[in-house]
């Protein structure tokens, strides 16, 4: 049998959580907390579990019974408190938008397959966006946070001039190939099985700088992925570059890693099927097949995009050359895009240290694995420009503190850091726009250090702080809350557009 409980443990973890609260705690936290053996407080959780005194809400966090439902504490707002608040505010109401919005649907679509990226959104998505405003051919469509290039094929195809930054070079490569619409399908091919033959003679390359190379590919895989990178053409030109996407695509998929959304191994799988070659053949003759589909649609494309790699807070375009803007920026304490394209920054040659690494990470939208140097003028919770934002930066802060074991205690500052990320790139767009153009944003909301933290309508309010007017907010879908599974999370279109005269310029 085993041994019980001694009851001051029992006490002592029950005190602990009460602390920890909504935010709770792993087990790993409550033994250091309360300075016992893991496998102590283990059993001690397990106990109090069947009592049905402790719960676990996802994550390895366990809460006191009194914190399963969050809307019930009174220091907790939420969504609905702040759905009523923000229609009282502005006089806006929720809508709901019908349709795909994720990325999945497009994974079988031409062109939109040749590099699957989790975090974008439906091509259906755009075009219904792009047909709705009814543009003429040639309007600029721009996407300041452009990722593998979603928006950019769709305002092509539809005839319009495809704009985007993006900070990723991977995603940048992506959506240049994706929208060189010109890319010759035969010349695609033939170069491709040059490069196949050529990879097969050559010897063994070096590995990229990444330490955990070895882990995440099988030993074969990982030599012919070197002798393949090694034979492929110089970047820069049209099937050089297309050549180098197919190559970036197979890498996922012929290692033991995953997205799903983050990066990491999947333990389900016993090893990839096929080899890095046929993979790559495979890619290459599904992108020579999509061009010639393209290719029907020829009298309707747009004038060449253009894909800058850059920071969308700095990047400027022209003043009022912009039609209709439309993005899903990164989402608050969402995905560090960084770590989670390591892998192809680092093949691709486009990271050669961790160095490098480091310094897109500073450039990215703020999210959690932001460096702490970083964070240092953000630490206040008052006078970031929104009372809510404020108040929900005082709420995080103390759910941290009254943690005191939570990953950084710097989250309020991240989150503020965030914000001001976006308002900067905001400011880009709404210069950029034409008066009465609109900007089409994909937002989530999100919980964090058990607050609760409407991304969808702090983004609208921040659009107006900049001098856009708030048109719109509709729900497209629901999520789960990674932090806890059965908090249900939402995902907005906010459109935003810029007033015909006066305001735009007046903030900021
Ligand atoms: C949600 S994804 C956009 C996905 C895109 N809509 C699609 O369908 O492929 C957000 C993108 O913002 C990029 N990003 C993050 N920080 C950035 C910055 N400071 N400037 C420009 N792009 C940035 C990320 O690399 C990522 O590709």
Redesign the pocket.
């Given at each position: 049998m085993p041994a019980a409980v001694p009851p001051e443990l029992d006490v002592a973890l029950r005190g602990a959580l009460e602390e920890t609260g909504a935010v709770g705690a792993t087990v790993r936290q409550l033994a250091s907390r309360i300075d016992h053996r893991r496998e102590w407080v283990e059993r001690a959780l397990a106990s109090l579990s069947l009592r049905g005194d402790v719960l676990r809400i996802g994550r390895g966090l366990y809460v006191l019974r009194a914190f399963e439902h969050l809307s019930d504490r009174v220091d907790f707002v939420d969504p609905a408190a702040y759905v009523e608040r923000f229609s009282r505010e502005n006089g806006i109401s929720l809508g709901e938008y019908a349709g795909p919005i994720t990325?999945r649907a497009n994974e079988a679509l031409p062109i939109h397959r040749w590099w699957p990226?989790v975090?974008?959104?439906s091509a259906e998505f755009v075009r219904g966006i792009v047909s709705t405003a009814g543009l003429p051919h040639g309007a600029a469509i721009l996407?300041?946070?452009?990722?593998?290039?979603?928006?950019l094929v769709e305002a092509r195809r539809a005839g319009a001039r495809a704009l985007g930054?993006?900070?990723?070079a991977p995603?940048v490569l992506a959506a240049r190939v994706k929208t060189r619409f010109e890319l010759n399908a035969s010349a695609l091919r033939d170069t491709a099985r040059q490069v196949l033959a050529r990879a097969r003679r050559r010897a063994v390359g070096p590995l990229p700088f990444l330490r955990e190379t070895r882990r995440q590919f099988d030993p074969v895989a990982l030599e012919d992925l070197t002798r393949l990178r090694d034979a492929l053409p110089a970047a820069g030109t049209p099937v050089g570059d297309a050549l180098r996407l197919a190559f970036g695509r197979i890498l996922i998929p012929s290692s033991r890693l995953h997205r799903s959304p983050c990066l990491g191994y999947d333990r389900r799988r016993r090893g990839p099927e096929g080899s890095p070659f046929e993979r790559f053949l495979a890619a290459t003759e599904a992108m020579a097949e999509d061009l010639g589909q393209l290719e029907l649609e020829r009298p309707r494309w747009g004038p060449a995009s253009r894909v800058v790699e850059?920071?969308?807070?700095d990047v400027r375009w022209p003043a009022g050359s912009v039609a209709l803007a439309i993005?899903?920026?990164?989402y608050v304490n969402g995905m560090d895009?960084v770590m989670n394209y390591k892998v192809d920054l680092a093949w691709l040659g486009y990271a050669r240290s961790y160095a490098d690494l480091a310094a897109l990470r500073r450039?990215?939208?703020a999210c959690d694995n932001l460096p702490r140097s970083e964070t240092a003028a953000y630490l206040g919770v008052s006078g970031s420009g929104d009372p809510w934002l404020d108040e929900i930066l005082s709420r995080i802060r103390e759910n941290v503190a009254r943690k005191r074991s939570y990953r950084r205690d710097d989250v309020h500052a991240v989150v503020r850091r965030y914000f001001a990320?976006l308002a900067a790139?905001l400011v880009r767009v709404r210069d950029a726009l034409a008066p009465d153009g609109r900007f089409v944003l994909v937002v989530g909301d999100s919980l964090l250090a058990g607050a609760y933290v409407p991304g969808d309508l702090l983004t609208a309010r921040l659009g107006a702080t900049v001098g856009l007017e708030i048109v719109s907010v509709e729900v497209a879908r629901a999520r789960r809350s990674g932090q806890r599974r059965s908090f249900v999370l939402r995902e907005s279109v906010v459109t935003l557009r810029r007033p015909r005269s006066g305001g735009a310029h007046a903030k900021r």
């Amino acid at each position: 049998m085993p041994a019980a409980v001694p009851p001051e443990l029992d006490v002592a973890l029950r005190g602990a959580l009460e602390e920890t609260g909504a935010v709770g705690a792993t087990v790993r936290q409550l033994a250091s907390r309360i300075d016992h053996r893991r496998e102590w407080v283990e059993r001690a959780l397990a106990s109090l579990s069947l009592r049905g005194d402790v719960l676990r809400i996802g994550r390895g966090l366990y809460v006191l019974r009194a914190f399963e439902h969050l809307s019930d504490r009174v220091d907790f707002v939420d969504p609905a408190a702040y759905v009523e608040r923000f229609s009282r505010e502005n006089g806006i109401s929720l809508g709901e938008y019908a349709g795909p919005i994720t990325f999945r649907a497009n994974e079988a679509l031409p062109i939109h397959r040749w590099w699957p990226y989790v975090q974008g959104y439906s091509a259906e998505f755009v075009r219904g966006i792009v047909s709705t405003a009814g543009l003429p051919h040639g309007a600029a469509i721009l996407d300041p946070f452009a990722g593998s290039g979603t928006t950019l094929v769709e305002a092509r195809r539809a005839g319009a001039r495809a704009l985007g930054t993006e900070l990723l070079a991977p995603a940048v490569l992506a959506a240049r190939v994706k929208t060189r619409f010109e890319l010759n399908a035969s010349a695609l091919r033939d170069t491709a099985r040059q490069v196949l033959a050529r990879a097969r003679r050559r010897a063994v390359g070096p590995l990229p700088f990444l330490r955990e190379t070895r882990r995440q590919f099988d030993p074969v895989a990982l030599e012919d992925l070197t002798r393949l990178r090694d034979a492929l053409p110089a970047a820069g030109t049209p099937v050089g570059d297309a050549l180098r996407l197919a190559f970036g695509r197979i890498l996922i998929p012929s290692s033991r890693l995953h997205r799903s959304p983050c990066l990491g191994y999947d333990r389900r799988r016993r090893g990839p099927e096929g080899s890095p070659f046929e993979r790559f053949l495979a890619a290459t003759e599904a992108m020579a097949e999509d061009l010639g589909q393209l290719e029907l649609e020829r009298p309707r494309w747009g004038p060449a995009s253009r894909v800058v790699e850059g920071d969308a807070r700095d990047v400027r375009w022209p003043a009022g050359s912009v039609a209709l803007a439309i993005t899903s920026p990164p989402y608050v304490n969402g995905m560090d895009y960084v770590m989670n394209y390591k892998v192809d920054l680092a093949w691709l040659g486009y990271a050669r240290s961790y160095a490098d690494l480091a310094a897109l990470r500073r450039a990215e939208v703020a999210c959690d694995n932001l460096p702490r140097s970083e964070t240092a003028a953000y630490l206040g919770v008052s006078g970031s420009g929104d009372p809510w934002l404020d108040e929900i930066l005082s709420r995080i802060r103390e759910n941290v503190a009254r943690k005191r074991s939570y990953r950084r205690d710097d989250v309020h500052a991240v989150v503020r850091r965030y914000f001001a990320d976006l308002a900067a790139a905001l400011v880009r767009v709404r210069d950029a726009l034409a008066p009465d153009g609109r900007f089409v944003l994909v937002v989530g909301d999100s919980l964090l250090a058990g607050a609760y933290v409407p991304g969808d309508l702090l983004t609208a309010r921040l659009g107006a702080t900049v001098g856009l007017e708030i048109v719109s907010v509709e729900v497209a879908r629901a999520r789960r809350s990674g932090q806890r599974r059965s908090f249900v999370l939402r995902e907005s279109v906010v459109t935003l557009r810029r007033p015909r005269s006066g305001g735009a310029h007046a903030k900021r």
